[in-house]
């Protein structure tokens, strides 16, 4: 049975790399370069939920809306501090939530996916504003 198990192991990883292989020669395309990102930088599914639900409540944020549903979902993401004590906020946080969610240390990766988010035409509103108002590593 252990064997059995690990034989079924070894072909979803098989599946799974053929998967992404081919998603690769697939989508890369100057068509849809964020979704070429997100194949060739490995964001995962999770990562990309949580950037999604991210940029919702930062939407509403910019606009003035503030409830509890999105002071619950800053919770769920470990990103209440990207709001002051006037629940303004602080973009420095935004970034250091961007590379938390992204698990990375500097900001490369989250400028090369606002750049593919705005040559793809996806949620460009967010991400005029984010680039507009945040600081990125100079390299």
Do not use: W
Request: glycine residues 2%.
């Amino acid at each position: 049975m252990e064997k059995k198990l690990e034989e079924l192991e070894e072909q979803l990883n098989t599946l799974k790399e053929q998967i992404r292989l081919l998603s690769i020669c697939k989508v890369t395309s100057d068509e849809f370069p964020y979704y070429n990102f997100l194949v060739t930088s490995g964001i995962t599914s999770s990562q990309r939920s949580s950037i999604n639900l991210f940029f919702l409540v930062l939407s509403e944020l910019i606009k003035g809306k503030l409830t509890d549903k999105h002071i619950k979902v800053l919770k769920e993401l470990k990103a209440e501090s990207i709001l002051d004590e006037k629940n303004e906020i602080r973009y420095t946080e935004v970034m250091n939530t961007l590379k938390k969610i992204l698990d990375v240390e500097t900001s490369g990766l989250i400028e090369k996916m606002f750049d593919s988010m705005l040559r793809q035409g996806v949620k460009t509103n967010i991400v005029n504003h984010l680039k507009t108002n945040m600081l990125f590593d100079q390299l």
